[in-house]
């Protein structure tokens, strides 16, 4: 990590207005319950200037204005939005990247998509591939066929809602300025980096990826209610927050992730930036760290480095590790809190690691599923335990989730399956994960609150563990 080279540009002014600033307790158990971190702001925008965009020929450099409700636009060439403009995307627009083009975000960018007409980032003539056991170098996935969007310093706001960006990770370079890349070939689906900026991402869908999927290395984030497909590639996190990212990340969906689906890390702190502090909960992980060795990397979630937060209610189904609190370069624990997460494993070499590999002190709850108690010994070394630390033939295929259509055990080889397809993994009535979810939880709620230049909604914690709720809340896909 420490060759890592990110865009950086003269830093400009915040072209937003927070009007209203409410203060909401965070009584949440998980962090610092004597603060109160959590804002809600409203967020005045300028309007979109420069009129309507035409869909007529190829588009290239800069851009700003409307792209219009169900139309079709076609990137000849990487687009850039300039400081103080805004590029707004009206539902059901088709963007396709020739060229290996990217966006490049210096203003504001706003996709709008909805649940019946969703706007499409994608690369025209190419298809997913839902094959099993396919290799990397054989699945459009993970070829990077157009470079992604990548917000400078100086972007005080990237929405995307209702939005699919499939086959993304091609190379940046020096487009634009110092390479982004970190590692060459490479790019993030999406990155996000200034540490006063929003970052909302909601209802919305990744297909592929060379890199991380999407790096946060700053800035004020609500990821909720998405899915991920075939994050990464030979590598990479899937949403990897940073340096001072602050917010909440929930009712995500993730099958088939490189390394980490969700990690918190304080590295890369800049002078004057808060803490890296994240709640999340409701998340569900499937086949976690596809790519990685044993023990390497989370295949779920992941805290290290000085971060604090909280994680509940997640379900962890066949990741390499579940979830890890990481003890060098260690967590802050003493603001770190969790519960009520559970673990499947198909086999003993999965439910040997729930608790153990890679230098962790991830402490068991009581509350989470199945109880730790019915197969770690007495007096568990959870900081630093060794390998065989505990035998867990007992939790094997212990407590099926009942999904609506994935088979457990799968019957497959592990990490095989990594995209959604045809499987339906919402919960049956009699799943055992419903009702087992901690409510308590408080988002922090960090970015405005707006149909438009905002989120949505914040969705509470649930009842069900995991990010299908049976009551029909939580994610929509």
Not at 201 to 221: A, F, H, L, P, Q
Not at 356 to 375: I, R
Request: net charge neutral; glycine share 12%; with cysteine.
């Amino acid at each position: 990590m420490s060759n890592t080279k990110y865009k950086i540009m003269k830093k400009n002014k915040i072209i937003f207005i927070p009007l209203l600033a409410i203060a909401i307790g965070f009584l949440s158990s998980c962090t610092k319950m004597a603060e109160d971190k959590s804002n809600i702001h409203v967020y005045v925008a300028p309007p979109p200037s420069g009129g309507d965009i035409p869909t007529s020929t190829p588009l290239s450099g800069s851009i700003k204005g409307v792209m219009l409700a169900g139309k079709t636009y076609t990137l000849g060439g990487d687009i850039n939005v300039p400081v103080g403009d805004t590029l707004l995307i009206q539902e059901g627009v088709t963007i396709n990247a020739t060229n290996s083009a990217g966006i490049i975000v210096h203003g504001v960018l706003v996709s709008l998509g909805t649940e019946a007409h969703p706007n499409v980032f994608t690369v025209p003539g190419v298809t997913k591939n839902y094959t099993p056991n396919l290799p990397l170098a054989d699945d459009s996935a993970h070829i990077g066929l157009w470079r992604g969007i990548m917000c400078d310093t100086s972007c005080p706001m990237l929405v995307l809602k209702w939005t699919h960006i499939d086959f993304a990770g091609a190379a940046y370079g020096d487009v634009d300025g110092p390479a982004v890349e970190e590692k060459p070939g490479t790019s993030f689906n999406v990155l996000f980096q200034n540490p006063n900026g929003y970052f909302i991402m909601e209802d919305s869908w990744v297909y592929g990826g060379t890199d991380d999927c999407m790096r946060i290395s700053n800035g004020k984030v609500a990821i909720l209610r998405n899915t991920f497909e075939k994050p990464g590639g030979s590598g990479g996190d899937c949403v990897n927050m940073k340096g001072g990212t602050v917010g909440t990340v929930a009712y995500n969906f993730f099958i088939g992730t490189a390394y980490n689906g969700q990690k918190a890390s304080n590295k890369g702190q800049g002078v004057g930036s808060p803490q890296t502090d994240i709640v999340m909960y409701n998340s569900t992980f499937v086949n976690g760290g596809v790519q990685i060795v044993a023990g390497a990397r989370a295949g779920g979630i992941n805290f290290e480095q000085g971060a604090e937060g909280a994680f509940f209610n997640n379900a962890f189904i066949n990741c390499r590790v579940g979830y890890r609190v990481v003890n060098n370069p260690v967590a802050d624990t003493a603001n770190l809190t969790y519960g009520n997460n559970y673990q499947w494993a198909d086999s003993l070499v999965i439910a040997n690691q729930f608790f153990t590999y890679g230098g962790v002190c991830t402490k068991p709850q009581p509350t989470d599923l199945p109880n730790p108690a019915s197969y770690l010994p007495t007096n568990f070394p959870y900081q630093n335990p060794p390998a065989n630390a505990y035998d867990g033939t007992s939790a094997v295929q212990k407590l099926n989730p009942m999904f609506v259509n994935y088979p457990l055990p799968t019957g497959r080889p592990l990490f095989s399956v990594t995209a959604v397809g045809s499987y339906d993994f919402h919960l049956q009535p009699n799943s055992p994960l419903i009702g087992k979810g901690n409510m308590n939880v408080k988002p922090l709620i960090v970015v405005p609150i707006d149909p438009v230049y905002g989120a949505t909604e914040i969705t509470p914690p649930g009842a069900d563990i995991g990010c299908y709720q049976i009551n029909g809340t939580g994610n929509q896909h």
